[in-house]
């Protein structure tokens, strides 16, 4: 089973910078694609940015310029480079990867989250 961890989150004010970093673990696995969600209080979760095997990368409208998603395959991580952060990035950030298994299958999983706080 493939296991995401979080770190990185915490309160700043706007104009501030924040990484997140999420790694996975398990065994036997590969991965595809990785990426960050969020999910403000009364709103559907959504997608900040993914990062595909191969490099190509997507983003939520609202944080292109702002947001730099990267990966270090080597350490199956994803990063998050948040600059110029606005009250309205204030959620919690959820890590995802889907992939495969060596013997057989496929997985999406999810982090347990980290909340991220904008003040204005």
């Not at 292109?64 to 950030?93: C, H, W």
Request: charged share 15%; net charge positive.
């Amino acid at each position: 089973q493939v296991q995401l961890v979080e770190s990185g989150g915490g309160s700043v004010q706007a104009g501030g910078s924040l990484r997140l970093s999420c790694a996975a673990s398990g065994s036997a696995f590969s991965i595809n694609t990785m990426g960050w969600y969020r999910q403000a209080p009364g709103k559907q979760r959504e997608l900040v940015a993914a990062i595909a095997s191969r490099g190509s990368t997507n983003y939520n409208y609202s944080v292109k310029g702002r947001f730099i998603i990267s990966r270090d395959s080597a350490k199956n991580a994803v990063y998050l480079q948040m600059n110029s952060l606005k009250p309205e990035d204030t959620a919690v950030y959820y890590c995802n990867a889907d992939g495969t298994y060596r013997y057989g299958g496929l997985y999406n999983a999810w982090g347990q989250g980290t909340q991220v706080t904008v003040s204005s």
